[in-house]
């Protein structure tokens, strides 16, 4: 026999659902974000120390004559380090993750707002909050549609958002 769900359960199961995966996708966001960021330390600390130090450590090379062919090497992986990171958009995939992770941040407090809302008024009016979950549906649908195919995005990082999620969830939402 079919039971008929309550369409206040269905949204509040609905809202919890998607709670859950905005939270995942905010960790996802964040780690990507940490890796770019991590990456373009790497690269500018590379490039820096290269650049700078190719015109002195060509003169030490060019003291002993068995290190002179270092000197081009440094220059020239200042030069390569220097086009990976134009190519590969370092500073674009920064700025794309971070406006992910604080739009998936804001989102996450809406819905939060919502589930509590819910606790506090039990009566709510189901046409009133199903507009409201319809909405932050479509922001999800909306943030999740501009994130591309990233590089950095490994199946370790997945497992590790997924397991900081789920534990996140363990502890907060076993009532």
Known sequence: ??????????IWNEAHELQYQVHYAEKIERALL??????????KIAVAISSGSSAVTGLVFWQNSAYTFLWPVFTSASALLAIVSKQIAVTENLRLHAIAAADLSSLGLDIGTLIVRMKINGDFSVLDFEKKLIAL???????I???????LLTGRVQAKAQNRVDLHYEEHHDE
């Open 1 to 10: 026999m079919n039971k008929i769900m309550d369409p206040r359960d269905a």
């Open 145 to 151: 549609s501009k994130s591309k195919h990233d590089l």
């Open 34 to 43: 940490a890796r770019w960021g991590w990456l373009d330390n790497m690269t």
């Open 137 to 143: 549906r479509e922001r999800y649908r909306i943030t």
